[in-house]
């Protein structure tokens, strides 16, 4: 018997219907077969009026991109799993012409008139142009977008606040024409005035992108960096943390007696070690969230693991990398990898989900490009990662904990890192939890890319369209990974008028252990 697919299709036709409907078709499935392939059965077979858009069917003109089962994708790429039912919709934030096929005239017709299309060079060179291969690196990887706008309706921010972005595409444009090393024009204080300090740099561009460009890496940060190079960046709000990290060496600033300087020994020992591990503390959990610190501490001690602790470390230099202020990155890059070899640990471990992105990410190639170091002296991971892949951990030890909890991805965990199995079955682990997966858990909270720090008002409303998805399941609280995320969702539960807690995987770990000890924040 043939295997077939249901395809839900959103129908629509402006001119005829009233309103918009979901039609149901039954699709025969073969293997490696194409969302596109299923819309061509169908107009071909059962519904010649369907409307949807293509042209090339090997995905380099861009015209097919749809959402996909609720996520942007391209018709003609996607492949369709056995067994998995699918709704096609039209990209969101666009008029719809008929069905899934929308108007893309406006969006070129904004970027036709914002940017230059062409090169411009207003001195006639003596000899042809000799191009250094190295003025090239940043602008290649820009000119691979090919307009297909799926980043625009993933986008959280375009979702919530067009005016304030007009979305990835629109930077990457900019940044073409800017990267280029023979264009004379100059875009980059368009760039900001487009909202290139409104990205949060959640990555939920790179992960809906065809192409699998990473728009924040390969735009959205080295433009901040130049923007601040020229003087027209960052934001305010912004400059406060350069300060502090210039003074101190982090980020915050201290409020009471910080984690670090609690500590009466670096080295942290248990008997018959099964390990040994450094643990990167990160400027929230040190001046503000100590609980968590200690928390992480207790869990790793029972898993009979030894914990260095450097004292000397300072802040990873994430919101500095995010918002462009690049000046003191080297010595923050050097003073870490620099304390942690010498703490002669092989593994360093953090609960922060922005320091262990920026650690692994980040530290490897400007380490060589600063500090002329290729490898980094450890191993870096998320202590959720560790406990998982490293440990094996098991709930031996933990007492129940009757809680009903809902999970929310951090985006430097989850499209940072590829890690979001590993902290629900930890999670999972403690007796007497109930998870309850909330719609979009990976929806972005708004704390990120400096964009907390530096457009409060905008993050506010991120931060609401992430309450909006806690209060439909009801939960008692959730739980999270990343001390910013955290902080954000506090205080939009709390403007919110929820009684829902806020609780950090590591402090709800430790509290198994000993449930007295859980936070009630």
């Known amino acids: 018997m043939m295997k077939k697919v249901r395809v839900k299709v959103f129908r629509y036709n402006p001119d005829v219907d009233l309103k918009p409907r979901y039609e149901a078709y039954e699709v025969p499935w073969f293997p490696n077969m194409k969302v596109l392939d299923a819309l061509l059965y169908i107009q071909e077979n059962i519904d010649p009026t369907l409307a949807f858009r293509y042209e090339c069917r090997v995905w380099r003109c861009g015209s097919c991109s749809i959402l996909i089962n609720g996520r942007p994708g391209a018709a003609c790429k996607t492949e369709i799993e056995e067994g998995k ?5 039209p990209l969101p934030h666009l008029s719809v012409i008929r069905d899934v096929a929308v108007d893309l005239s406006g969006l070129r017709q904004e970027l036709a008139t914002t940017i230059t299309p062409f090169c ?7 000899e042809l142009f000799k191009i250094p291969p190295e003025k090239m690196e940043d602008f290649v990887p820009t000119t691979q977008c090919i307009e297909c706008w799926s980043c625009v309706s993933a986008c959280p921010v375009v979702t919530k606040s067009p005016a304030d972005f007009r979305g990835p595409a629109f930077i990457v444009a900019l940044a073409q024409s800017i990267f280029n090393p023979i264009n004379e024009i100059d875009h980059l204080p368009t760039s900001v005035s487009h909202g290139l300090y409104n990205c949060t740099t959640c990555r939920s561009c790179w992960e809906s992108c065809p192409e699998e460009l990473n728009i924040p890496e390969i735009a959205i940060e080295k433009l901040r960096a130049l923007a601040v190079e020229h003087g027209i960046g960052p934001l305010a709000g912004h400059l406060e943390f350069g300060r502090l990290i210039r003074e101190t060496g982090k980020s915050i600033a201290r409020t009471t007696t910080s984690f670090l300087e609690s500590l009466e020994k670096e080295v942290i020992g248990v008997k018959s070690p099964k390990n040994r591990v450094g643990f990167f503390v990160g400027c929230l959990a040190d001046y503000r969230l100590q609980g968590v610190a200690r928390a992480v501490v207790d869990v790793l001690k029972r898993q009979k693991v030894e914990v260095v602790i450097p004292k000397n470390q300072v802040c990873c230099g994430s919101p500095l990398i995010r918002t462009g202020q690049m000046a003191e990155v080297k010595r923050l890059i050097g003073t870490n990898i620099n304390v942690f070899r010498d703490s002669e640990v092989d593994e360093v471990v953090t609960a922060c989900a922005g320091c262990s992105l920026t650690l692994k990410n980040n530290y490897g190639s400007l380490a060589e490009k600063y500090l002329g170091i290729k490898e980094l002296p450890f191993k870096v991971y998320q202590l959720s990662e560790y406990l998982f892949h490293n440990l094996k951990m098991t709930n031996e030890g933990m007492n129940k904990i009757e809680m009903r909890v809902t999970w929310h991805d951090p985006c430097h965990l989850r499209r940072g890192q590829g890690l ?12 007497g939890i109930e998870l309850v997966e909330m719609e979009n858990p990976d929806l972005c909270c708004g704390a990120g890319g400096g964009v907390r720090a530096g457009n409060r008002g905008l993050s506010r409303k991120l931060g609401e369209a992430r309450v909006d998805a806690i209060k439909e399941v009801n939960v008692d609280a959730v739980v999270t990974e990343c001390p910013f995320c955290v902080i954000q969702i506090l205080d939009a539960v709390g403007e919110a008028g929820l009684n829902t807690k806020v609780v950090y995987l590591e402090e709800l770990l430790s509290s198994a252990y000993a449930p007295e000890h859980l936070s009630n924040k």
Do not use: A, G, H, N
Not at 85 to 89: F, I, K, M, N, S
Not at 120 to 126: H, I
């Open 85 to 89: 039912d699918l709704v096609l919709e």
């Open 420 to 431: 979001y199995r590993e902290p629900r079955k930890i999670l999972r682990l403690i007796p």
């Open 120 to 126: 411009v060079v207003t001195s006639k060179p003596s």
